[in-house]
């Protein structure tokens, strides 16, 4: 093994449109309240999460959010809001 491929083990890029499982709890940052859906909604690179519940007031806030679906050829899924995890921008 070269000394090249040993400082590049185990590093990767991060994808523009990172993908979810159903099921899986993840973190998130509230990014807006889609005003024509009324809709919460987490940005994650190009991926759009859609929060089925949860009230207004967590825009802007880290969240633990459950995965219920999601859509990898659309980046586009739903998920449960499970509890704030802190206030404040990012």
């Not at 979810?20 to 759009?48: C, H, N, P």
């Not at 969240?63 to 990012?90: I, M, Y």
């Amino acid at each position: 093994m070269s000394m090249l491929s040993k400082f590049l083990t185990g590093m990767s890029f991060r994808s523009t449109t990172p993908t979810f499982e159903a099921g899986e709890e993840i973190e998130v940052y509230v990014t807006e309240l889609d005003e024509k859906s009324g809709e919460l909604v987490a940005q994650v690179g190009e991926t759009r999460l859609y929060f089925e519940n949860g009230e207004a007031d967590i825009v802007g806030c880290r969240v633990l959010a459950t995965v219920e679906s999601f859509d990898d050829a659309e980046h586009r899924g739903r998920v449960t809001h499970r509890k704030t995890l802190s206030q404040g921008s990012f």
